[in-house]
């Protein structure tokens, strides 16, 4: 899977969270996990859009979120992962409910 970022961008986030290679794989390979399960349970309106297509409409912010939060547990810290997961959530909802 390629995340909408640059290779350089992807090795910074690596960098920035101690991650070797092996880890940095095994972080992207976890984030395809993730999005393979919510492309199975997608609405029926995008039934006929394959998945590539959809991950092609990710923006760098999520891959970034999701590289964070998996990186994280790849790096060893799953509490740290879950605190940004969680902030994360709050953050959507809070946006949501200002949108409504």
Known sequence: MKLPV???TLASWSALLG???K???ATIDEIEKTLRIGYEHRP???RDTSFDQLISDMDADEAALMF???GLRQAGY???AYDVEVRGIFATLRDLQQTS
Request: proline residues 6%; negative net charge; aromatic residues 0%.
């Open 78 to 80: 799953p509490a740290a």
């Open 23 to 25: 880890q940095t794989a």
């Open 44 to 46: 029926d309106e995008l």
């Open 19 to 21: 991650l070797t290679e």
């Open 68 to 70: 964070l939060i998996n």
């Open 6 to 8: 640059d290779d350089a």
